[in-house]
Structure formats: structure tokens, C-alpha cells
């Protein structure tokens, strides 16, 4: 059984325009964008309102630190720029809320490592690549995991 078979999905239907660089492309922008939103929240001096605590403060920007390094290894890895958003995000960082965000997050990628995993078992000419991004998608979701402790 390989790592990709963990993932394996016969049932998801894949897009045939999808290739790997389309794939890549699409996890860039989406780190990137993320990238912006935490270190725009961590810029918010009291993001947490006036009746969060000094120690509540001081763990929101201590998470936002953590989780930032986190992302910047799977950007880096996906073949991206650490500071290359530049839209307006934020009232989104304002109001991210860390359980919220994470639930988020963690369905998405697991949706995302059995498209990818399903396309390289559909696709044998990206089968090899398709264990790469399978596997950074599964260091992502560790590292993340591991960032908001």
C-alpha cells in the first residue's frame, strides 16, 4: 500500500484541466492570501477586544507567530513568495477566530489530499508528483496542528 492509497477516493470526480502546475499555482495563492490575513491579524494591537486579557493577547500574537513560520515552509515548498499577496484583507483579519480557522482549514486539506492523491491514481504520468503534494499538504495540516497548541 502506498501513501497515496490512504487518500485514494474512487468516487471523486477529477477535472481534466487540472494539471500539476494549475495545482501548484492554486496552493500558492492560497498560502500566500492566508500568509497576509494571520500577519495582518498579529498587527492588531488589542484584535481580541478590550476585554481580552494581557496572557489572551499575548497567546493570540504568540499563535500568529507560530502558525506564520508554519506556513512559510509549505509556501516555500509549493515554489512561492512569502509576502507576494496584496489584497485587502482586513476586516478578515480582525475577526479570524483560531478553532474556526482551523476546523477550516483542516477540512480542506484532507478534501485536497484525496483530490490530489485520487488524480495521481487516475494520471499515472503524475503519480510521482502527486505523492510530493500529497505530502506536503500532510505537512502542512501537521505543522499548523502542531503551531495552534
Known amino acids: 500500500m502506498t501513501f497515496l492509497t490512504a487518500y485514494f477516493d474512487p468516487k471523486l470526480k477529477i477535472d481534466p484541466k487540472d494539471t500539476p502546475a ?3 499555482a492554486a496552493e500558492r495563492k492560497r498560502l500566500s492570501r492566508d500568509l497576509a490575513v ?3 491579524a498579529s498587527e492588531f494591537p488589542r484584535r481580541l477586544g478590550q476585554d481580552a486579557t494581557f496572557q489572551d493577547l499575548a497567546a493570540d500574537k504568540r ?3 507560530r502558525i506564520i513560520h508554519a506556513m512559510n515552509q ?3 515548498a509549493w515554489g512561492g513568495e512569502t ?3 496584496s489584497g485587502d484583507i482586513k476586516s478578515e483579519a480582525a475577526q ?3 478553532q474556526t480557522w482551523s476546523k477550516a482549514r483542516k477540512r480542506y486539506l484532507e478534501k485536497r489530499m484525496r483530490y490530489i492523491a485520487t488524480l495521481g491514481h487516475l494520471q499515472p504520468q503524475h503519480f510521482s508528483w502527486a505523492k510530493r503534494a500529497v505530502l506536503r499538504l500532510h505537512n502542512e495540516l501537521q505543522w499548523t496542528e502542531y503551531a495552534l497548541r
Open 22 to 24: 494549475r495545482i501548484e
Open 74 to 76: 509549505p509556501l516555500r
Open 96 to 98: 479570524l477566530d483560531w
Open 83 to 85: 509576502n507576494s499577496y
Open 63 to 65: 499563535r500568529c507567530r
Open 38 to 40: 494571520i500577519r495582518a
